[in-house]
């Protein structure tokens, strides 16, 4: 925007995610006079429906399943009488209970902190009179118009609904909805194996339902790599999961006692609860972007450049309703990165190729930068290794038999370029990988750093010594 001064600039952002509320402190730090016009609740989706509870949800299923796993580290429970205590229970109101209170004092901090930073917040939906006035619905009843000379649309997405499968909040559930629920579905069956939906099959598996995952494709989390994904069915299955591959819903009904999902080759699933994680939609529609001038795809996600520009001046657009990467890291760098570029301040524009993700499955996948597709399309010349984490001596020490860890480092150059890791807690164990992506470090600086022994990250290590190229 040329020569800004951000002190006399009034920035007016539609939506309290990840997106929206780091994008403003980032202005409010820059000097902007900040307004945020939420409609949920501060923290968005990521905070109060969707990242922060199913976390929170596997972190109860993770505990439980170790009490499942201790036999095979040679420890069993007893009760004070001495009993062997063969099974733990998930009490499912007091788990919901934890999770609500815990996202409800996590959107608190960010109220928090906006208010301190000096950011007003509306509560309401916000919606483009022009490219510099919005309209605010307060949900009191109120309407306030704020004049802006940026707005960041921050708006998000929301789980798409299929007309063949009506979400009814008791029996057939949407991922927003679990967290009411009052007693552990007897029977889930999940559909959708993305994402999503592994993640919140194998919680509910850990949890002690009876878990079915519908899957459309040829094996679950088809996005993955291929190597992980695999790993990942394996462990459901070998855990008691029933995972059907190629099996498309076309639709869920309720029945007499439960739930009964009918497959589009004719097949039926019976349950007592049905999850449904089949995607999402960008929340878009109805609040006046394409009168402004704002462009947007046939999907209805808002079409934004690395910068977080939209087509109109001075609007920008960061998060899920942009669909670039729908992950909340992602999200509040688009939103920083927005503003940087609105107020006047460097700004460094978006690299999708140094993303670190984490899919929260036990094990979890972990991956960074390009992916093994990318190198077998010749998108990148990079040659692989995957080294098994069974023989890491303290993978043996933790139980842990499933797993690796892979590299991809450019041919003769040895630059690495990306990774994946499928281990428990992988989500901490790719930062040295994301670094060496970052900073094009090679395999060799890699394999020269220590790493403490023993220890899994000697694998990331190990498998770097594996690919030195002797000169
Ligand atoms: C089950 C699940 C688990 C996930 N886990 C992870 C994870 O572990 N790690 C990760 O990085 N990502 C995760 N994600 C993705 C992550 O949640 C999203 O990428 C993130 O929420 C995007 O943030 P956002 O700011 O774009 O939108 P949101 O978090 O959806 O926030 C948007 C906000 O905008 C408000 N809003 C919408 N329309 C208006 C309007 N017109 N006016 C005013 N306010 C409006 C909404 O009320 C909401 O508060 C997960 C997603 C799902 C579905
Ligand atoms: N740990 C994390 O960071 C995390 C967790 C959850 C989601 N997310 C983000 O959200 C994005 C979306 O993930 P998602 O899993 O919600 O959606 P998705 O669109 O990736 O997956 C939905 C799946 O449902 C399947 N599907 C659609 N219709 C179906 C039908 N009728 N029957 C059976 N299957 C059907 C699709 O083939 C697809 O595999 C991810 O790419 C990720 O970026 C991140």
């Known amino acids: 925007m040329g020569a800004v001064n951000a002190r006399e600039t009034s920035v007016v952002i539609l939506g309290g995610g990840p997106g929206g509320y780091e994008a403003a402190l980032v202005a409010a730090h820059l000097g902007a006079k900040v307004t945020v016009v939420d409609r949920d609740g501060l923290g968005g989706a990521a905070v109060l429906t969707d990242c922060v509870p199913s976390k929170a949800l596997i972190s109860t299923a993770d505990f439980k399943s170790q009490f499942e796993t201790a036999a095979d580290l040679g420890v069993h429970l007893e009760d004070p009488e001495g009993d062997e205590v063969s099974e733990s229970v998930a009490e499912v109101v007091a788990v919901n209970r934890r999770i609500l209170a815990l996202a409800a004092a996590q959107s608190r901090d960010i109220g928090q902190r906006l208010d301190a930073d000096g950011v007003r917040v509306l509560r309401g939906l916000g919606r483009m009179l022009s490219p ?4 605010a619905e307060l949900v009191d009843g109120g309407v306030e118009e704020l004049t802006a000379d940026v707005v960041l649309l921050a708006t998000g997405a929301t789980p798409r609904v299929m007309a063949t499968a009506q979400p009814d909040g008791e029996r057939i559930l949407t991922w927003q909805q679990i ?4 007693e552990l579905p007897g029977k889930l069956v999940v559909v959708g194996s993305g994402v999503t939906g592994a993640e919140l099959a194998q919680a509910y598996l850990g949890l002690g339902s009876q878990v079915t995952l519908v899957s459309s494709r040829d094996r679950v989390l088809p996005g993955e790599d291929a190597d992980a994904a695999t790993v ?10 029933e995972v059907l591959n190629r099996s498309r819903m076309a639709a869920v009904e309720r029945t007499d006692t439960g739930v009964l999902v009918r497959l589009e080759d004719g097949r039926e699933v019976e349950g007592t609860h049905a999850l449904l994680a089949v995607g999402s939609v960008p929340q878009t529609a109805g609040i006046g972007l394409e009168e402004v001038g704002v462009q947007l795809k046939p999907s209805g996600h808002i079409s934004v450049d690395r ?15 942009t669909g670039v990467l729908p992950l909340a890291s992602v999200a509040a760098m688009q939103g ?22 984490n899919i929260f499955t036990d094990p979890e996948i972990a991956t960074v930068g390009y992916s093994q597709k990318d190198v077998d399309e010749g998108l990148v010349d990079a040659e692989a290794l995957m080294l098994p984490l069974a023989t890491n001596p303290r993978a043996k020490m933790q139980g842990i038999t499933d797993g690796f860890v892979k590299l991809f480092a450019r041919r003769g150059i040895g630059t690495v370029v990306g990774g994946v890791i499928v281990a428990p807690r992988a989500s901490e164990l790719i930062y040295p990988v994301t670094l060496a992506v970052q900073h094009g470090l090679t395999v060799d600086q890699l394999a020269g750093t220590f790493t403490v022994y023993p220890s899994l990250s000697g694998s990331v290590a190990e498998a770097a010594r594996q690919m030195h190229a002797p000169q």
């Open 307 to 321: 910068v977080s520009r939209t087509a109109v001046r001075g609007i920008y657009a960061a998060g899920d309703c």
């Open 336 to 357: 920083r990165i927005a503003m940087a570029h609105a107020l006047g301040d460097a700004v460094h524009p978006l690299n999708l190729r140094a993303v670190s993700a």
């Open 179 to 182: 967290y009411d629920l009052k």
């Open 132 to 135: 510099t006035l919005v309209r």
């Open 232 to 241: 990942i069915e394996d462990v459901f299955r070998k855990r008691g999961m």
